[in-house]
Structure formats: C-alpha cells, structure tokens
C-alpha cells in the first residue's frame, strides 16, 4: 500500500473525548431547564447523527419538546471547552507513533475535520506541546464546505488543498457516520472507533482497530475485525 497522506478525520481519532461531550450535553441541559440526561447508551445511540446540534434537534422531536438547538449548542460548547482546558488530553494509541513515521517517510498528514475553529483550538490547547496544528499538513474546519459530513466535500476539499488523488490518500474516522464522507470521496479508509462508537457499522473500513500502527499504511488491503 503506497500513500502520499494520512487523513485523520475527527477530534475523536486524536484524543478521546467522548465521554466529556457526553457531560457538556448534560450541563447544557441543566442549564437550559430541560429534564434531559443523555446516559451512555442513550448517547452511543445519538451518535449515529452527526454534529451536536442535530442531536439535540432529533431528541427534542422524540420527546415532543420546543426549543433553542442553537443555544443550547451553544452552552454545551462552552461546558466542554471549560472542561477541556481544565484537564490535559492525551493522544489516542498509537497517534503519535503514525504522526512520526510519517514525518520521516515524507507523508503527509491533515487534520480533516468539519467541527467548529472553536472545538479545534481548544483541542489541540487541551493536548499541550504533544500534538500540534503546526504538526499537520492541513488543517479543515466546517466553514470550508457547503455541505458537512456525512457528505465527502471536505474530504475532497483536503484532496484539493493537499494536491494528491484520492487513490493515494487514507483517511481515519471514528463513527460509522463520519466513515461514510470519505468513503464517498473514493478514499481507502481506517476505522478507529471511540469509547462509545464500538458497536457501530464500519463494513466500509479497510481495517477496523483500537490503535493505530505505522503497519497499517504498509500492509495489505484486507478487512481485518476489531480485537
């Protein structure tokens, strides 16, 4: 398998954050007097939408109830991103290790996300000196495209930017949603699920792990199932 760059496709192939999203929804929740608490299953259930808002927007249906998605998104960022500047992240397994053998075999890397600048920065804040913007090739965020994922638009806007065909590119992402943009965009793709994604449909995926491995862009291209 010869690339020419490693596309990391959400916040959640880098660190893992699920569980603080989880708790900033509740807060949020608290805040806006709604009687909502998202427990795990329920959220592991919600994540099959993609982007917060929509979440928010198809629970409120279910339940019956009317009011502000926005701002009640908008809270729940602000309860994360205090969340996260309080306590240091780590990388995901492996992240590093992929970051590195890149830099030394002159493949390129992009972040290739179509979240908020906002939930970037505060990202990468969170992680300290060990993994930076700076330590990527590009970086994406979703005033780039029109149309968000699930949709491969800013998969093919990296593929753009990055000057390379799809062929020779592999991307990372960590929902069965997400796997879906760039899979779409003709992309080979790795699926490296969450905490709370683990049981979600990633048949698509070239390979499906819970750590990452220099291996995995050199070998072949058979499907192999999660451990």
Known sequence: MTISAILFGSIGTLVETSEHQRHAFNRAFRDSGLDWNWDQPTYRDLLAVSGGQNRIRLYAERRGDVLDVAEVHRLKTQHFDNGMEIGGLE????VLDVMRWAVSEGVKTAFVTSTSQENIDVTFKAL???LTADDFDL???ATMVAALKPAPDIYNYALDQLGIDAADAIAIEDTGKSLKAPVAAG????????ANTLR???GAAIHVVDRLSPDLFVSSDEHVEAA
């Open 187 to 194: 992309i080979r793709s790795i699926a490296f699920p969450g």
């Open 200 to 202: 979600q449909n990633y």
């Open 128 to 130: 300290g000196n060990t």
């Open 91 to 94: 990388a995901r397994p492996g």
């Open 139 to 141: 970086v994406t965020n």
